[in-house]
Each structure stands twice: as structure tokens, then as C-alpha cells.
Nanobody, 121 residues
Framework: QVQLVESGGGLVQPGGSLRLSCVASGSNFSINRMGWYRQAPGKQRELVAAIGSDGSDESANYADFVKGRFTISRDNAKNTAYLQMNSLKPEDTAVYFC????????????WGQGTQVTVSS
């Protein structure tokens, strides 16, 4: 079994920064793609950013609404993904979820429990 645990959320003023972390724990698994999603009240969950297994910049993709402000990265030695969020806006307020693709372990797609990010003055 694999568990994903996010941390790093909180309350921040507009223009501020936060860094989210997602740690995957378990045994004997290899994580393929990792991603961050978010869900605001009354809205559908949406992709924020994702990154390939090698953690390269080339393997990353971003939603248009975060390009130039957010950066996704990962440390495979620590089974951890990060989301650096800069220039935060009130519309970034949401619960942020981590997702990991682990094809070798059913069900193959794993989600964390989410971490709340609130951008407000």
C-alpha cells in the first residue's frame, strides 16, 4: 500500500509564497508521473502541474493560470514532490492534492488527503 501525505499549506497574503510537499510512503514501488491538483469550493478538481519520473524541467507541464508563478519539482531519493508557489493570488485559494501514478501497484493512481491554501489579506 502507498500513502501520500501533503504538507506546507496555510494562510498567506496576496503576493506571498508557499512551498507544498508531498511524501509517498510504502514499500517497493516506483512512482511514474506525479502531479498537483487543486479544488476550490464549488468547483471541479483541476490540474495545476505535473512532472515526469526523471524530475526534469522538460517533463513538467503547467496549467496556464500558474505558468511563471509555480514550479514543480521532485526528489526521487526521498519519494517527494514539491510545488513552489510564488506571487499567490486570492483565486489560488483551494485544497491542493498530490497525485502519483504507480502502475505496478493497484489501483495505479494514488491521491493525498489534500492541504488547504488560503490567499487573503
Amino acid at each position: 500500500q502507498v500513502q501520500l501525505v501533503e504538507s506546507g499549506g496555510g494562510l498567506v497574503q496576496p503576493g506571498g509564497s508557499l512551498r507544498l510537499s508531498c511524501v509517498a510512503s510504502g514499500s517497493n514501488f516506483s512512482i511514474n508521473r506525479m502531479g498537483w491538483y487543486r479544488q476550490a469550493p464549488g468547483k471541479q478538481r483541476e490540474l495545476v502541474a505535473a512532472i515526469g519520473s526523471d524530475g526534469s524541467d522538460e517533463s513538467a507541464n503547467y496549467a496556464d493560470f500558474v505558468k511563471g508563478r509555480f514550479t514543480i519539482s521532485r526528489d526521487n531519493a526521498k519519494n517527494t514532490a514539491y510545488l513552489q508557489m510564488n506571487s499567490l493570488k486570492p483565486e489560488d485559494t483551494a485544497v491542493y492534492f498530490c497525485r502519483a501514478l504507480i502502475p505496478s501497484m493497484s489501483p495505479g493512481v494514488y491521491w493525498g488527503q489534500g492541504t488547504q491554501v488560503t490567499v487573503s489579506s
